[in-house]
Every structure is written in C-alpha cells, then in structure tokens.
C-alpha cells in the first residue's frame, strides 16, 4: 500500500536536501516534517494528499515554488511562514482553511488567488507579505481572522480618494473613516475581525442586505454606537 503518513519533524533541519517528492501513497504530512531544511528549493506533492500540518516547511528559506494539489482541505498553521524565496503560489480548489501564520513574512510573494472553496482565513496567515499587492478572494468567503493581509502592500497602500475602507472582493478588511457614520458598500458579505474597531466617533453603522457574517470584535471599542441594523441575510455574529 506505500506510505501514508509522513512523521512529525521526520526529516527536520535536514540541510542535504534541496528536492522532495513525495509519494503518491502519502494523505498526511506531520508537524515540522521539513521545518529548517534551508537548502530545499522543490516540493512535489501527490495527488492524493489531504492534509499538510503545523510547521511542516516553515523557514525552509530556498523554497521558489509551490501547488497545493485539490485533495488538500486545510494548510495548517505557520507551515510555510517565513519561506522567504517562495514567489509562486498555487492553492486548488477543494482548500477550506488557511491556519495562522501559514504564509506569514513571505516576502516575495506579489500574487495569491485564495480559491472559491476556502470559507476560513486565520491569524496573520499573509501578515508581512510586504510585496503582496494583487490578491484574489473567494468568492465562498466566510472567516477573516485578525490581521490576515497586514503588513501587505495591499493593506499598507492607505486608501484611495473615493474609499472610506480597505475591501478585499466582497470582503471588508479595514474601515478607516473617522466620521460619525459608516455604511458598508453594497455587495459586500463578510467584515473580518477587528476590521471597523476603535472608531469612537462611530454612532450609526448601516450593514447592506449581503452580510452574512461578521467577524470577532468587528466594532470593538466602538464606544459610541448606538445603531446597527441587522439584515436577514445575516448568518453568523462572531
């Protein structure tokens, strides 16, 4: 039957690697698997893999570039942080969840198109991708946890003339309007965590019909608001 399962930190800090092809047996890949192997420019991985753990390539600094084949759901947390040669990027579609950190200080990286399929983006998963200026969103969107695009050039590049906040597809990311109102734009399905907190003008924020869910501390420290409508499209308040 082959390998199934490749071991937590198995072949850590391995620094005599430079490609890896891994089986067409192999569904798991464990924690740190390859963390620290600093001369692995190459990753192959098979068709048949559906989960990549925790750290599993994280500061493997030489990596160029990488295709997560479709089987894989989730990408686990800091598992490629700090791969900072890495310039290409290619998730499948089927991918659900990127952990925290997953590609946090990739500072190559100019481009990611995040599949329809991937409902949940945690903690700084793009956090310090200083050269990420072009990013595509689901459209399946759901979760954008704390700080995701930081640091980006995205985020950082302020806002346009005719912006009152920075959005990502339909996806509001930070609201930086001090006034006393905020009406978020039309179409828009989701406000990721903290994106509109400590804005203590704001007294009436108006939501559109399209809002399905609003993240964790969304209006934290928001000490002055005093309406909100609640459309019914609204599925969950984090």
Known sequence: AGTRLIGAQAFKNRKDI??????????????????????????????????????????????????????????????????????????????????SEAFLGCEKIKSIDIPDSVEQINTYAFKDCNKLSDIEMSKGIKYIEEGVFEGTKYYERGLWEDEDGIYIGDALIKYENKGSEMKVKEGTRVIASKACSNLPDLVTVELPESIIVVGYEAFANCKSLKNINMPQSLEDIE
């Open 18 to 99: 430079e490609e890896v092809y891994i089986p067409k047996s192999v569904e798991t890949i464990c924690a740190e698997a390859f963390f620290l192997c600093s001369n692995l420019k190459k990753v192959e991985f098979p068709e048949g893999l559906e989960k990549i753990n925790a750290a599993t390539f994280k500061d493997c600094i030489a990596l160029e570039k990488i295709s997560i084949p479709l089987g894989v759901k989730e990408i686990g947390e800091s598992t490629f942080s700090n791969c900072n040669n890495l310039i290409e990027i290619e998730l499948n579609d089927g991918l659900k969840s990127i952990g």
